[in-house]
């Protein structure tokens, strides 16, 4: 018997406030990479990476799609979010307005996606000691929202495959 080769191709939308590090952690995990400087026209369309999930062994192809610098709710397009079957919900440890802006960004995918496979990340965690916000705090909003919860260093790359082997068993789980 021969046997298809079905490729599972994901898009994964990554939102948040401006400089959370949405851009470093897509290229980290496509590329291996961490660059320190802020650039908002580094911003890329999206990236490809190609993964055999640890959890079942499957073969997946994430679409990373980069919001390239639409930072606000009502800038991003809705093509921006079609087609997205996981997505990441991001702030930053030493942004307090970020962290606001969490539940705003989750009602939009929700909206615009329906019940997608969806993370809670909190990023930089190498900057703990400027937190603007309490790991109470951050944990009560997880439970809130029913998000996983990861606490990410994009820069150390520290947790940052876990969310994507998380999103992708999602994905798959939910069929
Ligand atoms: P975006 O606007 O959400 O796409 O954020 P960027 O990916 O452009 O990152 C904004 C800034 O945060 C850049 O200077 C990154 O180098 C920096 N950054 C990203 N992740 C981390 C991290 O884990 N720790 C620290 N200290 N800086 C980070
Ligand atoms: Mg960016």
């Known amino acids: 018997m021969i046997e298809e080769d079905f490729e599972t191709t994901l898009k994964v939308i990554v939102v948040g406030n401006g400089k959370v590090g949405k851009t470093s952690m897509i290229t980290r995990f496509a590329k291996g990479v961490f660059t320190d400087d802020y650039k908002k026209t580094l911003a890329v369309d999206f990236l490809e990476k190609r993964t ?3 959890s079942t062994g499957e073969e997946i192809t994430f679409l990373l799609w ?9 800038a991003v397009t809705r093509a921006y979010y079609k087609g997205a079957g996981a997505a990441i919900v991001s702030f930053s440890t ?3 307005n970020s962290f ?3 539940e705003r960004w989750h009602n939009k995918v929700a909206e615009e996606c329906g019940p997608i496979a969806m993370a809670l990340v909190q990023n930089k965690v190498d900057l ?6 309490s790991a109470g705090e951050v944990e009560g909003l997880a439970r809130k929202l029913s998000l996983k919860l990861y606490r990410t260093c994009v820069k150390d790359n520290l947790n940052v495959s876990e969310v994507f082997e998380y999103l ?7 069929g």
């Open 128 to 133: 703990l000691d400027q937190a603007e916000m």
């Open 100 to 102: 606001d802006a969490v």
């Open 168 to 174: 992708g068993d999602e994905f798959l789980r939910r």
């Open 52 to 54: 055999t999930l640890k």
């Open 94 to 96: 030493n942004d307090r």
């Open 66 to 74: 980069d919001t390239a610098g639409q930072e606000e709710y009502d």
